[in-house]
């Protein structure tokens, strides 16, 4: 079947602007997850979605970074007042039901903030 | 939170069995240990997860001593195509933290 697929697969924005990454999981997978990775660096946590529970946002760098999950499927992370700081590629994931499970990752979004 | 420990890099030659080591010293009774694989502008793919004493298939084997505070992704005679990034990641059951780290750069050299 069909993996996890994100879009755009690169994103070139201007500083201050605002963007939105897709990604949708694949079906029948209710946790979805969202990290980002510096150039570098590892994969960091920035927020989790489990079926219709409140997401866990703890790893949101700041307050202008949002998820939303629509309909237990799609998601879409918006990073408003992109900083050239936010230049990562941004990975999604997905998993049968919880943590545990093996996670799918996507292919991933290139975001270049200039 | 706990948190994973292990080694940023390791070297090795073609047809070496190599050994990446996992601190994880806060795993919690119902947490698994799983290994990701990460190749260059690819997101992680999953190597082999388990809970105690010993798993294997047909990529890898992992190693969990008795007390689970650590564990060891064994990868028998690596070939080029092995060199990536390895990580531990330990599950939680209560609390969704999913650290996985800078992981394990592994090169392997002809």
């Known amino acids: 079947g069909a993996g996890v697929s994100q879009s755009p697969s690169n994103k070139v924005t201007e500083k201050g602007k605002d963007v939105e990454l897709r990604c949708d999981p694949i079906s029948g997978h209710t946790a979805l997850y969202w990290y980002r990775q510096s150039l570098g660096q590892g994969l960091e946590f920035l927020i989790y979605f489990q079926g219709n529970s409140a997401p866990d946002k703890s790893g949101l760098p700041s307050d202008r970074f949002s998820a939303e999950r629509t309909g237990g499927s799609v998601s879409t992370l918006t990073i408003q007042r992109t900083q050239q700081e936010d230049s990562a590629v941004y990975l999604c994931?997905?998993?049968?039901?919880?943590?545990?499970?093996?996670?799918?990752f996507g292919p991933g979004t290139r975001l270049t903030v200039l | 939170l706990a948190k994973t420990t292990q080694p940023i890099s390791m070297d090795s030659y073609e047809g070496q069995e190599v050994n990446i080591t996992c601190s994880h010293n806060?795993?919690?009774?119902?947490?698994?240990i799983t290994w990701y694989q990460q190749f260059p502008s690819q997101g992680p793919r999953f190597i082999i997860q388990?809970?105690?004493t010993k798993v294997t298939n047909e990529v890898a084997s992992l190693f969990i001593p008795a007390d689970r505070k650590s564990s060891t992704l064994s990868l028998p005679r690596v070939s080029l195509s092995d060199t990536a990034v390895y990580y531990c990641l330990v599950g939680f059951l209560s609390g969704y933290a999913l650290n996985f780290g800078k992981g394990t750069s592994l090169l392997v050299t002809p």
């Open positions: 806060n795993i919690a009774t119902n947490d698994y």
């Open positions: 994931a997905s998993s049968l039901f919880r943590t545990q499970d093996t996670q799918y």
């Open positions: 388990g809970y105690k």
